[in-house]
C-alpha cells in the first residue's frame, strides 16, 4: 500500500471505469471494462488488472455506482413497510398533488414505493415544537411487528411527523422494529433528513429503505472481496453532493449515493475549471445508457437539496443534498425504434453491457445510437477501446434498415442521421434543465463533455443550444473515475428553524451553525480517513414571508456575528432575482432551514500537462482518413484522423475531423477549430449552424 495512492471505479450501465493515482510518479493509469451486472465486482476488478495495478497497491478505494438509483427506476427493491404517525397513513400516496401541466388529461400520479396495506399507523403525536402531545404506544408497536413478521417484510421505514424537533419516538419505534425483526433493514426519517416537509421525508426514508438490502449487500460484498484481495485502505463512497462517505455509513445511509457517479463527473469537471480558471462551464456526461449534465456558476458546484427520481411529474422526492443534476435516457446503448404511430424514438430503453448493441456482437438485434455513430463512420470498427474491441458494420447496418430504416422508407444511412438528430436533440435537453431552466444563458457557458460518448456528440448539442466554446478533458471515458480523484470527505448537517429575518436572534441562529458545523467535525474525526485541512460552508434556506418555496443562499458566520441583516437580505434578493427573474427589496424574508457543509480536505493528483508543439500536429498523430457522413455537408467525406496521445499543446485541426483515443473519439463538425491546450484539454470553438 503507497501512502497517499488512490484508487477510483465508477460503474456506469455499459462500462465500468477505473482510475489509479500512484503518488510516487504522479501518474494516472486508466482501465475500461464491460460492467458485468450479475456481479458488478467482477467488472471493477478487470478494470483494476487492465489499469496495472491492484487493490493492495491503494490506500484508498473510492467507488461511484448507479445501483442505488436503478434499483428504485427499475422498482427491484426490498419489500418495504411505513410506519406513520397515527391519522396520516396516507400522505405518501396523496402527497403535493403537483399538476406540472393542468390540462393534459392523461396525467398520472407518482406510485408509491410501498403499497397501501403495508401501511401501519403508530399511536403517537408530537408537536411541531418537539413536545410530546401523545405519547408513543408501545404495545402497538409490537403489535405491528407482528404484523410485519406475518408480512415476510425485508425493510421497514419509519416517518412519525415532527421528528426533525425531537427524534425520540422515531428512535425507540426503531429499536423496537430492529428488535423484533433483526434481519430487517430499517431506516429512520430523521437520520436522513432533519428537515421539515412530512411528504418529502417520508419519501425519502422509504427510497432508503427500498433500495437498502440491495445497496448494503452490494457494498459488503465488494468490501469482503476488495479485502480478499489484499486491501488494507479506507473504503469510500460518493455521495450525490460529490463528497466522499464511509462504506459502513453507505450501508446504513444508502439513498446518499443515488446520483454518486454523476456527481463525481461534475466534481471532475469542476477541478478542470480551477486548473483554467474557468467560473462557468456546463458539465455534460454521455455514457451507455443516459446523459446528464451539471453546472459550474462562479467557481462552485450547484447543488440543490431535493431531486425527483423519475422526473418531477411522476417521480419520487428524495430531501438530500445533491449535486444538481438533470438526466435523460439517452446514451450510447439507448434503443432505436418506429413507435406505432410511425415516429422515430430514441431510448429510454438501454442495450446495457448484455448484450449491448448490434455491432457488439454479444446477441444484440437492437439499433442503438452507438450503431448509428458506426454506421455513419464517426467510429473506427477495428479502433474501438483501442483495438480490444472489433465492432460489427454489417450487424449495426442490417439492425438500423430492419428495424428503422424499413418501417421509415429510408435507407440505411439516412436513418442512422435521424437517430443521431433526435438524440442530440434529446441529450440538449439535459443540458437545458440545469441552465436556462435554472435562470441561466447557456450559451454563455462553456461545455465541457467527457462520458465514452460525450464527445461524439458535444459539438452538435453546442450547436443546438448555441454554445460556442466546448472542452473535451484527457480521458474523457474514465472522467467520473478521474473526478472521484478529485473528491473530498463531506458532511452535511440540516436543520428547520423557522424564524423572521427582521426580529432574528442572531446569537441563537450563530450557535444553531456551530452546532450544525460540530457534527459534521465529529463525524470528520471518527472517520478513518485523516483530512489534509477542513472547510465549513454554511447556508440558509430563504423565502419571502407568505411564500410557499424557498431559495438556498450561501452565508458567512461573521454576517450572523456583525447582525448583517441588510447584507443577508441582499443576497437572498439576488439568488432569488437570478432563479426567478425577479425579487422583491421592500419584502419582508424569513429563513426555513440552516446547512452546514463539513468537507475534509483531500491530497488530489496534479493536473498533468503534455509536451508542447506547433499549430501543426506532427506526423506521428495522423492516423489516414475515414469516410464519414455529416448532414451539414449533405454526404459523406473523407475526414482526417487523429491520435489524441501523439497530439501536442499547442496543435490545431479544422474539422470535419476525427480525434480518436482509446475509450473515446471527439467528432469535430465541418466549420470547426480545435486547438490542444497545456493540459491536453480539446479547446473547440465551435462553427456556425448549417443551413
Do not use: W
Not at 493515482?21 to 493509469?29: C, E, K, L, V
Amino acid at each position: 500500500m503507497l501512502k497517499g495512492s488512490r484508487l477510483a471505479a465508477d460503474i456506469g450501465g455499459t462500462f465500468t471505469d477505473v482510475a489509479y493515482f500512484d503518488p510516487a510518479t504522479g501518474a494516472i493509469t486508466l482501465g475500461k471494462s464491460l460492467s458485468t451486472p450479475k456481479n458488478m465486482v467482477d467488472g471493477i476488478s478487470e478494470g483494476v488488472h487492465k489499469a496495472g495495478t491492484s487493490y493492495k497497491n491503494a490506500e484508498t478505494f473510492l467507488h461511484g455506482s448507479t445501483v442505488a438509483i436503478n434499483t428504485l427506476l427499475e422498482r427491484k427493491g426490498a419489500k418495504t413497510a411505513l410506519l406513520v404517525t397515527e391519522g396520516f397513513r396516507d400522505i405518501y400516496e396523496i402527497g403535493r398533488i403537483n399538476r406540472p401541466d393542468a390540462y393534459n388529461l392523461f396525467f398520472k400520479k407518482h406510485v408509491p414505493l410501498v403499497e397501501r396495506r403495508l401501511r401501519f399507523e403508530v399511536p403517537e403525536r408530537l408537536t411541531a415544537e418537539g413536545t410530546v402531545h401523545r405519547a408513543l404506544d408501545v404495545n402497538a408497536v409490537h403489535a405491528i411487528c407482528d404484523e410485519l413478521i406475518k408480512e415476510g417484510v425485508e425493510a421497514v421505514a419509519i416517518l412519525l411527523l415532527h421528528c426533525y424537533a425531537n427524534p425520540a419516538h422515531e428512535l425507540e419505534v426503531k429499536k423496537i422494529v430492529q428488535g423484533r425483526l433483526p434481519k430487517a433493514f430499517v431506516t429512520a426519517s430523521h437520520e436522513l433528513s432533519q428537515e421539515y416537509r412530512e411528504f418529502e421525508r417520508c419519501s425519502t426514508a422509504v427510497a432508503n429503505a427500498y433500495v437498502g438490502p440491495i445497496v448494503s449487500n452490494y457494498i459488503s460484498g465488494i468490501d469482503a472481496r476488495i479485502k480478499g484481495e489484499g486491501f488494507e485502505g479506507a473504503f469510500l463512497l460518493v455521495q450525490s453532493t460529490g463528497g466522499l462517505y464511509e462504506s459502513d455509513q453507505a450501508q446504513v445511509q444508502c439513498v446518499r449515493m443515488l446520483e454518486s457517479g454523476p456527481a463525481a463527473g461534475v466534481i471532475g469537471a469542476h477541478a478542470l475549471c480551477a486548473e483554467l480558471n474557468l467560473p462557468n462551464a456546463i458539465a455534460f456526461d454521455m455514457g451507455g445508457t443516459t446523459a446528464k449534465a451539471g453546472v459550474i456558476h462562479n467557481h462552485k458546484v450547484l447543488t440543490t437539496n431535493l431531486a425527483f427520481v423519475g422526473g418531477y411529474q411522476q417521480g419520487l422526492p428524495i430531501q438530500i443534498p445533491l449535486v444538481d443534476v438533470f438526466e435523460v435516457g439517452t446514451g450510447g446503448g439507448s434503443i432505436a425504434d418506429v413507435d406505432v404511430g410511425g415516429s422515430l424514438r430514441v431510448g429510454p430503453h438501454s442495450a446495457g453491457a448484455e448484450p449491448g448493441p448490434a455491432c457488439y456482437g454479444r446477441g444484440g438485434s437492437f439499433p442503438t445510437v452507438t450503431d448509428a455513430n458506426l454506421l455513419l463512420g464517426r467510429l473506427g470498427a477495428d479502433r474501438f477501446l483501442g483495438g480490444e474491441m472489433r465492432l460489427d458494420v454489417a450487424a449495426a447496418e442490417q439492425a438500423i434498415a430492419s428495424k428503422v430504416g424499413a418501417p421509415l422508407g429510408l435507407d440505411a444511412t439516412l436513418a442512422a442521421e435521424g437517430i443521431l438528430r433526435i438524440a442530440v436533440t434529446k441529450m440538449s435537453y439535459a443540458v437545458k434543465g440545469v441552465s436556462t431552466e435554472r435562470g441561466f444563458d447557456a450559451a454563455a457557458f462553456t461545455l465541457i463533455a467527457y462520458g465514452g460518448a460525450g464527445p461524439l456528440h458535444a459539438s452538435a448539442i453546442a450547436r443546438e443550444i448555441g454554445i460556442k466554446d466546448l472542452i473535451i478533458p484527457r480521458a474523457p471515458g474514465h472522467f467520473c473515475a478521474f473526478g472521484m480523484l478529485h473528491s473530498d470527505l463531506r458532511y452535511d448537517s440540516v436543520r428547520t428553524t423557522f424564524r423572521k429575518l427582521e426580529d432574528m436572534d442572531f446569537g441563537e441562529i450563530e450557535k444553531s451553525f456551530v452546532e450544525l458545523a460540530a457534527a459534521g467535525q465529529k463525524a470528520l474525526k471518527e472517520s478513518d480517513v485523516k483530512p489534509a485541512s477542513v472547510h465549513i460552508g454554511y447556508s440558509a434556506d430563504m423565502r419571502y414571508v407568505g411564500q410557499e418555496h424557498s431559495v438556498t443562499v450561501d452565508l458567512d458566520l461573521a454576517q450572523f456575528t456583525s447582525r448583517d441583516s441588510a447584507g443577508i437580505k441582499r443576497q437572498f434578493d439576488e439568488v432569488h432575482q437570478q432563479r426567478y427573474g425577479t425579487c422583491a427589496p421592500k419584502e419582508k424574508v424569513e429563513i426555513v432551514t440552516l446547512r452546514a457543509a463539513v468537507t475534509g480536505v483531500m491530497p488530489k493528483p496534479a493536473m498533468q500537462r503534455v509536451e508542447a508543439g506547433t499549430a501543426t500536429p506532427p506526423e506521428s498523430a495522423h492516423r489516414g482518413e475515414r469516410e464519414v457522413y455529416f448532414s451539414e455537408l449533405k454526404g459523406r467525406t473523407s475526414a482526417r484522423v487523429y491520435d489524441r496521445e501523439k497530439l501536442l499543446a499547442g496543435n490545431q485541426i479544422t474539422g470535419p475531423a476525427l480525434v480518436e483515443e482509446h475509450a473515446s473519439t471527439t467528432v469535430l463538425l465541418p466549420g470547426d477549430v480545435l486547438e490542444v491546450d497545456s493540459f491536453g484539454s480539446l479547446r473547440i470553438k465551435i462553427g456556425e449552424m448549417s443551413a
